[in-house]
């Protein structure tokens, strides 16, 4: 059957090229810049989005001190069932891997030293920043425990126990929920948790390096590659691949755990790099980074379901589809099989929008949308949302244009349309959903004015 883009479509793809031809870059956020010697100040960065309701969730809340509660495995994991067993400490599990010649002896005695230090540190610090090093050094104790602190798990848990003695010993002391900062030298965004410390934010520093690409200046080269590089170093092997852990306790989930809109921004992010810099390499890397595509939870994030698949918010929480998480995991494979000529990002991406193209109509409540099935969006959460719709919207409104006009070329028929649906898909679920999502909008806003 041969379907034609009905005027409502032709429409809406009007109106959003308008929107997007007079859109302007994210104004400068304020970030704090800690330097070498304790010394903070606030900086304004251009390229830093401003922090989406993604980034600082409105339900984050402090978790309990590790084994602070009697419950059978409310806390930390235990190394082990008998006491007569020796727990795993993390000298010991960085000998082990020295002995196994999968580090260095070179690397066992920097990561002992930061380890080390930050203990001492945490000896020597009083009340809030007290706590919250020692939340940070228990979290990764409790990846020694479990035997969880691999090879290429280092850099990353490693790094963030180091920046944290950085910040906490500068005597600054306890920082709001969600502040950001960066460390001189460095370009990864971090953030505070409170009651976890300060953490590597993946999506705000794969948001930044998205900036950066979008100035679309070629000055801007140099620092996107370095962000490249840096992003890449603190990746981890994880479900046949690699993936970008967070080290905190969130949500009842205890580190290392992934994120599906994290997991696809990199991709996203990535593909751009690599295209902008003429580095495939870094195509290369994105492709490993399907893996968490690919695979279940908890190492992974797919769900199977009967219309295709869905991609978890959380590693941890397979039976939790957030809406705005799904849908810009999609983005990011959408971009990267598009830039890049993945067939792999393509047919996981295909697998998803299948599931997409459902769960987009039941986010829609009639006069709001669903964070998640059953829990309506806040404003914020509501506006993310509307957002990574349209971003499918457009996507797949320009694939349609872009493939019809080949298919015209090909044929010599100016009046030629795709009939393959499964390959290229209609883009109207997430159009018209966008519309309504901006309406309701409007109406609240008229409503309260």
């Given at each position: ?239 046949g691949g690699i993936a970008w852990e ?105 697998d998803g929008e299948r599931e997409a ?15 998640r099935p059953g829990k309506l969006s ?72």
């Amino acid at each position: 059957m041969v379907v034609r883009r009905s005027p409502v479509l032709a429409a809406l793809a009007l109106l959003l090229l308008a929107l997007h031809a007079g859109a302007t870059r994210a104004s400068a956020a304020t970030i704090l810049v800690v330097d070498g010697h304790g010394r903070v100040r606030a900086q304004q960065d251009r390229f830093l989005p401003p922090p989406s309701p993604a980034e600082a969730p409105s339900h984050w809340r402090a978790p309990a001190p590790a084994g602070s509660s009697s419950r059978p495995g409310a806390g930390e994991p235990r190394a082990a069932s008998s006491r007569k067993r020796r727990k795993r400490t993390v000298a010991g599990e960085l000998r082990r891997l020295r002995r196994a010649k999968a580090i260095s002896a070179a690397d066992e005695r920097r990561y002992a030293a930061v380890h080390a230090r930050a203990r001492r540190d945490a000896r020597r610090l009083k009340g809030s920043r007290r706590r919250e090093l020692r939340a940070v050094i228990a979290n990764v104790d409790a990846l020694a425990a479990a035997r969880r602190l691999t090879p290429s798990r280092l850099p990353v848990a490693f790094e963030t126990l180091r920046r944290n003695a950085q910040w906490w010993r500068s005597g600054k002391g306890v920082l709001a929920y969600g502040q950001r900062l960066r460390f001189a030298g460095s370009r990864l965004v971090w953030q505070a948790y409170p009651g976890q410390g300060v953490q590597i934010q993946w999506l705000g520093t794969l948001g930044r390096m998205n900036e950066l690409y979008l100035a679309d200046r070629r000055g801007y080269d140099a620092p996107l590659g370095a962000m490249a590089d840096e992003v890449l170093r603190y990746a981890s092997d994880r479900a046949g691949g690699i993936a970008w852990e967070y080290q905190f306790r969130f949500g009842g989930g205890r580190p290392p755990w992934i994120s599906s809109i994290s997991q696809g921004t990199a991709l996203q992010a990535l593909a751009r790099a690599g295209e902008r810099l003429r580095r495939p390499e870094l195509f290369a890397h994105a492709h490993e980074a399907l893996g968490a595509f690919r695979a279940a939870p908890p190492s992974g994030l797919r769900v199977r379901v009967a219309a295709g698949s869905q991609y978890a918010g959380y590693s941890y929480a397979p039976g939790t589809l957030i809406y705005n998480m799904f849908f810009q995991s999609l983005i990011g494979l959408h971009d990267f099989a598009q830039i890049a000529g993945d067939g792999a990002a393509r047919r996981l991406w295909l697998d998803g929008e299948r599931e997409a193209r459902v769960a987009v109509r039941r986010a829609d409540s009639g006069s709001w949308s669903y964070y998640r099935p059953g829990k309506l969006s806040d404003t914020g959460y509501h506006e993310l949302l509307r957002d990574f719709v349209r971003g499918l919207c457009t996507r797949m409104l320009d694939d349609r244009d872009r493939e019809e006009a080949a298919l015209r070329e090909r044929t010599g028929d100016p009046d030629a349309v795709l009939e393959d649906f499964e390959s290229w898909p209609d883009p109207a679920p997430y159009c018209e959903t966008w519309q309504a999502f901006n309406r309701y909008l409007k109406e609240r806003s008229s409503a309260r004015g």
